[in-house]
């Protein structure tokens, strides 16, 4: 049976659009936006084909036909079949995680209009990009797209000072398009009248910065608080060995969802919680699809720029941050669930529909 997802899109087949970026990588942030700007393109008659880490798992999991993100022969026909090569989110154009990233994306572009393809980004976070090679990458490639939007009003900004001279508007994340899902009995805790709340760690390259020490504490003064932590893993290399260390941290085993394997999962299970504090961007975005309100601790300015969109308070910064301080404000925090609640009601349904500037973007441009 295909995903929800998938069947939301017309069985027309009129237009085969592309989708690239860090695509069926494990990141459960990346295949949602992925999965809701597909959504909300549902009904217009499009095909879509994925370029993916993991194309088996991704026609697995969402039905859409993948192609191997590193198969150069692949990739090239996969483009010369498309009628537009569209990348749905995420912040591609980047070189902190990698330097390679932007030359790639970079050479995925210009394969396309090669071969006259349209090329539209839609949903996109900009930077960091410390490095010359990074920098002309993108600024050579974005220049080259029939369309952009970004997801905040600090990558329009950070377009500018790129130099990017392609007109760009501000949209939203694309995964603020996926639907709310249906709350099954298997996505319920018992929690014998404990708090419940996900907490979404990420490793940080930094050195010095000891991210399994601050949370392993945080579970254990949560724990003491009467409060139930459950671990997300948002991105499966990564994550998964951090939150082990985490349990090994606290001194016992804490709660993980080390098994979901898409963001509708995710969103399941987070309806459920009281609370996430998360360092994942879209672990933030997810919650508050389903209306839970995220506190978000800050390892780079996509994260404080979220917060600010979100207006639930500032993130908290890294630097200098202790296991007491962060349970004090997320106790804090806690408090004000409904307050939040209101106020989150009414930034998600702002956010989805700027969203859907992207999907009318696409709409437009590919016809």
Same mark, same amino acid.
């Given at each position: 049976m295909l995903n929800p997802v998938l069947r939301s899109l017309g069985t027309e087949t009129m237009k085969n659009l592309l989708l690239g970026g860090y695509l069926g990588a494990g990141n459960l942030g990346d295949d949602a936006v992925m999965l809701g700007l597909v959504h909300g393109l549902g009904g217009a008659g499009y095909s879509v084909t994925v370029l993916s880490g993991a194309p088996e798992e991704t026609h697995r999991l969402y039905g859409f036909p993948s192609v191997p993100r590193r198969d150069n022969k692949a990739i090239e026909a996969a483009i010369i079949r498309c009628d #537009?090569?569209? *990348? &749905? +989110?995420?912040?591609?154009?980047?070189? @902190?995680? @990698? !330097?390679? /990233? &932007?030359t790639y994306y970079a050479g995925l572009v210009e394969t396309a209009k090669k071969h006259g393809k349209k090329v539209v980004l839609v949903g996109q976070g900009i930077g960091p990009l410390k490095? *010359?090679?990074?920098? +002309? =990458? /993108?600024?050579?490639? %974005?220049? !080259?797209?029939? +369309?952009?939007?970004v997801r905040d009003p600090a990558a329009l900004q950070a377009l500018k000072e790129l130099g990017v001279t392609k007109p760009a508007r501000v949209a939203a994340d694309s995964a603020f398009l996926l639907p709310v899902p249906r709350l099954s009995e298997e996505a319920g805790y018992g929690m014998g009248g404990m708090r419940a709340v996900a907490l979404a760690p990420r490793p940080v390259k930094e050195k010095g910065r000891d991210i399994a020490g601050l949370f392993g504490e945080l579970c254990k003064l949560l724990y003491q608080s009467g409060t139930m932590p459950t671990l997300l893993p948002m991105d499966r290399a990564e994550d998964i060995p951090l939150i082990d260390a985490i349990s090994k941290a606290q001194g016992g085993k804490v709660p993980d969802l080390r098994k979901i394997a898409t963001p509708m999962e995710v969103q399941q299970r987070l309806a459920r919680m009281? =609370?996430?504090?998360? !360092?994942? %961007?879209? #672990?933030?975005? %997810?919650? =508050?699809t389903v209306g839970v309100p995220p506190m978000m601790v800050s390892y780079d300015p996509k994260v404080s720029a979220f917060s600010k969109l979100l207006d639930l308070g500032p993130a908290l910064p890294l630097e200098g941050l202790t296991a007491p301080r962060l349970l004090d404000a997320f106790l804090n925090f806690l408090k004000a669930k409904e307050r939040n609640a209101k106020i989150l009601e009414r930034k998600r349904e702002e956010q989805a529909k700027a969203a859907e500037t992207s999907v009318e973007l696409i709409k437009t441009i590919v016809g």
């Open positions: #537009a090569l569209v *990348f &749905p +989110g995420g912040s591609i154009f980047q070189d @902190s995680t @990698s !330097m390679m /990233s &932007p490095g *010359f090679i990074g920098k +002309g =990458a /993108s600024k050579k490639a %974005l220049n !080259m797209a029939d +369309g952009i939007t009281d =609370a996430v504090l998360a !360092m994942r %961007l879209h #672990a933030g975005i %997810l919650a =508050a």
